[in-house]
C-alpha cells in the first residue's frame, strides 16, 4: 500500500476537490479532466495501489458505491449510459497508485467506443483457453 497519493491528499482536504459522497472507507469526486461531463473517481479511502491488493469485503464495499454513485450521476447529468473501468496498474495507463473506478457517462451523440475498441483482439486455440481457464481457477 502506499503512504500517500493525491487522492489520500484529496480524501485528507489537502487537496480541493468536487466530492460527490463519502462514508467511512470509500470516497467519490469529480475527476479534474473529466472526459465527459459527470466523470467521477470512485476510491476507497485507503490507497491500496490495485483492485486486487484491496481486501475482499473493502472490494466490495467499492463496488456497492460504485453502484451508487453511478445511479447518482446518471441521473444528475441525464445520461442515459455510463462507462465504468478501472486502469489497474501502470502497464494499463495507472497514472495514480491508488484504486480508482472512473465512472464517465455516456450519451447518445458520443463519440467515444466500448472498450473493446481499445484491444486489437487476441486469436486463442481452444486448447490454450482451457489452460488459462485451469490455471486461473487454480490460482484463487
Ligand atoms: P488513471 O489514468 O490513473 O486511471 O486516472 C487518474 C485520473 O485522476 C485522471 O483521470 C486524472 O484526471 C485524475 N486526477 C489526477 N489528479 C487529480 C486531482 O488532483 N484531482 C482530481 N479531481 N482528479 C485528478
New binding site residues.
Given amino acids: 500500500m502506499s503512504d500517500e497519493t493525491?487522492?489520500t491528499?484529496?480524501v485528507a482536504g489537502e487537496?480541493p476537490?468536487?466530492t460527490v459522497y463519502e462514508d467511512e472507507t470509500t470516497y467519490a469526486?469529480?475527476?479534474?479532466?473529466?472526459?465527459a461531463p459527470g466523470?467521477t473517481?470512485v476510491i476507497p479511502k485507503e490507497p491500496y495501489e490495485r483492485v486486487n491488493d484491496m481486501p475482499p469485503e473493502l472490494a466490495g464495499h467499492v463496488f456497492q458505491t460504485v453502484s451508487k454513485v453511478t445511479e447518482a450521476v446518471e441521473h444528475a447529468v441525464d445520461a442515459p449510459a455510463t462507462t465504468i473501468?478501472?486502469?489497474n496498474g501502470e502497464e494499463?495507463?495507472?497514472?495514480?497508485?491508488h484504486v480508482?473506478c472512473?465512472i464517465i457517462p455516456q450519451f447518445s451523440d458520443s463519440t467515444a467506443k466500448p472498450i473493446h475498441t481499445l484491444f486489437p483482439g487476441a486469436d486463442i486455440a481452444d486448447e490454450e483457453m482451457e489452460a488459462i481457464a485451469e490455471k486461473i481457477r487454480s490460482s484463487q
Avoid: M, R, T, W
Fill in positions: 493525491i487522492f491528499q484529496i487537496i476537490s468536487y469526486f469529480l475527476d479534474a479532466h473529466p472526459l466523470h473517481l473501468a478501472f486502469n494499463a495507463g495507472q497514472e495514480v497508485p480508482h472512473h
